[in-house]
């Protein structure tokens, strides 16, 4: 099929429908209550302690129902009639609302937190973005509040880590914040702050996630079947939300642990109008550092912190105005000689503006940086390296509730540009170089509409069309088969030097069996024009981002996957099984021997091409309601690529690929001031290259090696225990104590594996494994008041 | 540096716990080994050729003997005679010298090695001589702990890219590191650098008052740069997290190793 007629295809799939809805709805509203007059009911759904809008509440009204957006606002069209409008969510008290529909009602709602909040797991609600009738899957939300208790490495809460703990995402290492989903590399998860990308969202060589678990009132992973307003990224997108800041009462919230110490300070500016928000931390693993007397690890620096701040306002019922910021920074120094400063800043300005009680409208102008700074202080070679990735983004949105019909359609425009490196130095006797910037200009415009077709069929049918240009000025390329470079093309400030155009159609469906039960079924396309490149397992802060040029080719990945949802012991257990089949194209590698830190701006002579497939079956059985409550998640998988030049153009294991991933998590909550937790993780080791064999070169072993990724790390396990401790819980004071123990069992888990002359018998070879974590205990201490 | 963020992040975490285990490792046919190297000193014209062996034998790797070695002279130094072939002998099992044949800085020449049905060629161009100016010994914080490390001013020519190859002696006992270097940001300046030691390495191995310090710098070309940071970055079997690869090597024919025309010269001084 030619491209034309595809895109036809795809227009004419894409618009037929909407008469068909039109007729199909009204044959129904035709047979069931004749000539009925229709209202909405819409409004905004808060927290009655903080005013923090929430978010994904279930509002449902008999059978039909809805969900708060990701502002809190919902919308529900339904005949002329008396109803009781359930509303429930996580961690808060349902409410039934008796409603007299017989015109148009603005209906705000306040729910109370649910008791014990501090450790609020007695919910009963289902679990947001799970329900059977919504055709989204392959979805994963966490609240702050149900990852409190998992226990943690070094007692720093982190809202990926628990995240890893779910089926299809794997954490990319030990200890590692970096993850795979779904066989997708690292770069291909399009993590959003408050809808700002976030390109480097790990501390301390990735040990700890930027993100402050105390700052996020929600976190969304959608591992396939993404809605058409996200794109950008292959393999998954999570979309994280910032708290908005409580404004009915100041508070202060905070906690000292082993290696960091947080605060939160929020309180309306006006009350009900106006809020803030500051949360910051701070690690002062340096201090530790300072305080030992071996002089290896007094003269070094390693901390991290993080800022986060967002104010609201409210202009009267129907717009509201947000600001938030993020700042994180990462200082690492090897005494004055070396020294590695990164770290994100975002920025983003909000409106909502609610033009009816059945269109929703929001504007997003956002800001995004990402730098490291390199600085060597070594004598003669004393020189800075910068590098810098930065956006400016303008997204526009609109939810239109319709009957039965939930459209969304807006537009988004990116500028990025990217300076990927930048030598200076005071020494005559070093030049100053830099890197060409690379500019370009990411365009998307989007539709998607949720439809209930019926009682039982739900149907979500989008398209995203987009639009990425690559901008001068600079020198672009042509290559032969070998990488050299055979024509050089200069192009001036602001000529477009390529635009790739991708329609990506997403379509989901969801078909109800029963009371307890649904069938999913969901396709989706993704494409990605800025690139990771990395050429080691362990992701590294001075990796590099490049933008699609006119060699790089835009990523895609196409997914379908079938789920089966079922609700079990009168919804006290939910079980989840998706089988999901990935197609990706365009995927990039470096060359063996790659030169990756300056190797002039024809980054594409380092760069080799190929395809990737990845297949998998996850399964998640979750219990929520009552003292006990966890989840088992299982996935079974399998990752490949298949890269020309690497491994002899044959297929081969990802390093990502793991067969096997279990994990256990269990929180008891045995009396009101004692809760305890277990997480028990299990995985088939990652693909690793090893040797086929050793030589000898320049009186040195050297190894020699056949096949990538055809071996096996050694399995994984682990068992972490946690307790937590409420020492107090008032209403002006509550504080808690919380222990966790890292790697109980003290299992050593290889990190790496190394070779080496054999201390027994220098003449042989040994492998030497290297674990870095055995037993790590911790204890932090939290307060609020 | 990758590696010593990495070493740095240990300590941090201060549990390093290493384990020798057992891998069972499927074994491949042995492939051939050719380590070729001239320069512009008589007596360092030689070629080793051995085989790869399975990871779990020994570390005797003994000499492939009765091939046929010649390095052809391509000519493009007027002083040399294109087409000319220099023919080395078999001294000892597996190493072939030409022991009174030196290169010269300019001139390209072609290592062509024939054995049973196999032939295997590489080309090097000797690059000029960058003459190794001043040798001296600095001591350093390094990870907190005080180091002597050698440090060296080279005038790099200007116009050119130069590649260099260092190898340290500490009285007489080759140090084990690649020290690789390039003009990339010095290009026509004066050129001082720093030879920075693995920090993993025990104190007998490093740079002490009185010790003979010996610095022999090789300017390399290109083609053997890139062999020689590609081994070091992912073929030495030391757990660093880069994916590990073969060599990027210049022989053609199916051979592991390579072939280096290179300059070389040597200083050395009595640590202070």
Redesign the interface.
């Known amino acids: 099929m030619n491209q034309r007629r595809r895109f036809k295809l795809l227009l004419l799939f894409f618009f037929s429908p909407l008469p068909f809805f039109v007729h199909l709805s009204r044959a129904q509203t035709v047979s069931s209550a004749p000539e009925q007059e229709r209202y909405t009911v819409s409004g905004t759904i808060q927290s009655a302690n903080t005013g923090e809008t929430l978010i994904g509440v279930t509002i449902m009204a008999g059978t039909i129902g809805t969900a708060s957006n990701e502002y809190g606002f919902y919308s529900l069209t339904l005949p002329k009639g008396s109803y009781q409008l359930e509303v429930t969510a996580l961690g808060m008290e349902s409410k039934i609302i008796p409603l007299m529909l017989d015109r148009d009602i603005a209906l705000p709602i306040q729910l109370e937190e649910a008791a014990q909040s501090l450790e609020g797991v007695t919910v009963t609600a289902p679990s947001d973005g799970r329900s059977l009738e919504s055709p989204q899957m392959g979805v994963e939300q966490l609240s702050a509040e149900e990852i409190k208790s998992i226990p943690v490495l070094l007692g720093e809460r982190d809202i990926i880590k628990a995240m890893q703990l779910l089926p299809g995402i794997k954490n990319a290492g030990e200890g590692s914040s970096g993850f795979f989903v779904r066989g997708g590399a690292a770069d291909q998860n399009l993590i959003l702050l408050d809808e700002a990308p976030v390109y480097n969202a790990s501390h301390l060589l990735g040990f700890f996630s930027t993100f402050n678990s105390d700052a996020v009132k929600n976190m969304t992973m959608y591992k396939g079947g993404m809605p058409a307003q996200y794109g950008g990224r292959l393999s998954s997108v999570l979309d994280i939300k910032m708290n908005d800041g409580n404004n009915q009462d100041f508070g202060v919230s905070g906690g000292i642990g082993l290696i960091s110490a947080k605060l939160n300070v929020e309180g309306p500016l006006q009350k009900d109008r106006s809020s803030f928000l500051i949360t910051g931390r701070r690690t002062y693993a340096d201090m530790f550092l300072k305080m030992s007397n071996d002089s290896t690890i007094n003269g070094n620096t390693l901390y991290f912190y993080d800022l986060n701040a967002k104010v609201n306002y409210r202009l009267g019922d129907r717009d509201r105005i947000f600001l938030s910021g993020y700042f994180g920074q990462d200082r690492l120094g090897v005494g004055e000689l070396f020294g590695l400063d990164w770290g994100n800043g975002t920025g983003t300005l909000r409106w909502n503006h609610i033009f009816n009680n059945r269109l929703f409208s929001n504007t997003s102008l956002i800001f995004s940086n990402y730098n490291y700074q390199i600085a060597i202080r070594s004598g003669a070679a004393d020189f800075d390296i910068f590098s810098q990735i930065r956006d400016w983004n303008l997204k526009q949105e609109f939810q239109w509730f319709l009957n039965r019909n939930n459209v969304r359609f807006g537009f988004n425009t990116i500028r990025h540009s990217i300076r990927p490196g930048q030598v200076s130095s005071n020494n005559a006797n070093i030049h100053s170089e830099a890197l060409q910037t690379r500019r370009s200009w990411e365009n998307a415009v989007y539709a998607s509409n949720t439809w209930d077709a019926s009682d039982r069929l739900t149907l979500t049918y989008g398209l995203r069309a987009t639009a990425f240009s690559v901008i001068g000025e600079g020198d672009f390329f042509q290559l032969d088969g070998e990488g050299n470079i055979t024509d050089t093309l200069r192009y001036g400030k602001g000529e477009v030097v390529k635009t790739w155009f991708n329609l990506e159609p997403r379509l989901a469906a969801s078909f109800r069996l029963n009371e307890n039960s649904s069938l999913k079924a969901s396709f989706a396309r993704n494409v990605q024009n800025l690139h990771l490149l990395s050429n080691s397992s362990a992701s590294s802060p001075t990796d590099k981002w490049v933008a699609s040029t006119n060699l790089i080719k835009p990523e895609i990945a196409d997914q379908v996957s079938i789920g089966y949802y079922r609700n079990l012991f009168r919804n006290r257990y939910e079980l989840t099984v998706e089988a999901y089949y990935k197609d990706l194209q365009n995927q990039i590698d470096y060359r063996d021997g790659a030169d990756i830190h300056w190797n002039g701006n024809a980054i594409e002579t380092e760069l080799l091409f190929g395809i990737g497939r990845a297949y998998g079956l996850e399964w998640h059985l979750k219990k929520q309601a009552g003292r006990f409550s966890g989840w088992l998640s299982y996935t079974l998988s399998k990752t490949e690529r298949r890269i020309n030049g690497i491994n002899s153009d044959r297929w081969y294991n990802a390093r990502q690929d793991r067969t096997h991933d279990i994990a256990i998590v269990a929180t008891y909550q045995l009396n009101p001031r004692w809760t305890l937790s277990a997480n028990w993780v299990y995985y088939t080791g990652d693909a690793v290259t090893l040797p086929a064999g050793k030589y000898r070169i320049d009186d040195e072993i050297i190894y020699y090696y056949t096949d990538r990724n055809a071996y096996r790390m050694p399995d994984y396990h682990r068992l972490d225990l946690g307790a937590t401790w409420l020492l107090k819980q008032r209403k002006k004071f509550s504080s808690e104590l919380t222990f966790s123990l890292y790697n109980a069992y003290g299992r050593e888990n290889a990190y790496t594996i190394s070779f080496r002359e054999a201390e027994s018998d220098p003449n042989t070879t040994e492998a030497v494994q290297t674990a870095i974590f055995k037993f790590i205990p911790s204890i932090s201490y939290n307060f609020k008041f | 540096?990758?590696r010593?963020?990495?070493y740095?992040?240990?300590?941090?975490?201060l549990?390093?716990?290493?384990?020798?285990?057992?891998?069972d490792?499927?074994?491949?046919d042995?492939?051939y080994?050719v380590?070729g190297t001239l320069s512009d000193r008589a007596g360092d014209c030689r070629v080793l050729i051995?085989?790869?062996?399975?990871?779990?034998?020994?570390?005797?790797?003994p000499g492939v003997q009765g091939a046929l070695v010649y390095i052809r002279i391509h000519g493009d130094n007027p002083a040399s005679t294109p087409g000319d072939t220099v023919h080395l002998t078999e001294t000892e099992p597996g190493v072939y010298e030409a022991p009174a044949f030196a290169g010269m800085s300019g001139e390209t020449y072609t290592l062509e090695v024939a054995l049973d049905e196999s032939r295997f060629t590489a080309t090097s161009t000797m690059p000029a001589k960058v003459n190794l100016d001043t040798l001296y010994v600095?001591n350093?914080?390094?990870?907190?702990?005080t180091w002597k490390l050698a440090?060296l001013?080279l005038p790099d020519p200007a116009g050119v890219e130069n590649f260099y190859r260092c190898i340290q002696y500490i009285n007489g006992k080759?140090s084990?590191q690649l020290f690789l270097l390039d003009d990339?940001?010095?290009?026509g300046?004066?050129?001082?650098?720093?030879l920075y030691m693995d920090p993993g390495l025990d104190d007998d191995e490093r740079i002490h008052s009185g010790d003979s310090l010996t610095v022999e710098l090789l300017c390399i070309d290109r083609a053997v740069y890139?062999?020689w940071?590609?081994?070091d970055?992912?073929?030495?079997?030391?757990?660093?997290?880069?994916?590990?690869?073969?060599?990027?090597s210049n022989l053609r024919g199916g051979a592991?190793?390579?072939f280096s025309a290179h300059t070389t010269q040597s200083r050395t001084i009595v640590v202070p």
Do not use: H, W
Not at chain 2, 25 to 28: A, D
Not at chain 2, 140 to 145: D, I, P, R
Not at chain 2, 184 to 187: E, N, P
């Open positions: 540096m990758y010593r963020l990495i740095l992040t240990v300590l941090l975490f549990c390093s716990c290493e384990r020798v285990i057992e891998l490792l499927k074994g491949v042995a492939k080994v380590e051995t085989q790869t062996k399975d990871f779990d034998q020994n570390n005797d790797f600095t350093e914080n390094y990870f907190g702990e440090n001013i080759k084990e990339d940001l010095v290009d300046l004066d050129f001082e650098s720093k890139k062999y940071m590609s081994l970055q992912s073929s030495r079997g030391n757990g660093s997290p880069i994916t590990p690869a073969n060599p990027v592991l190793g390579y």
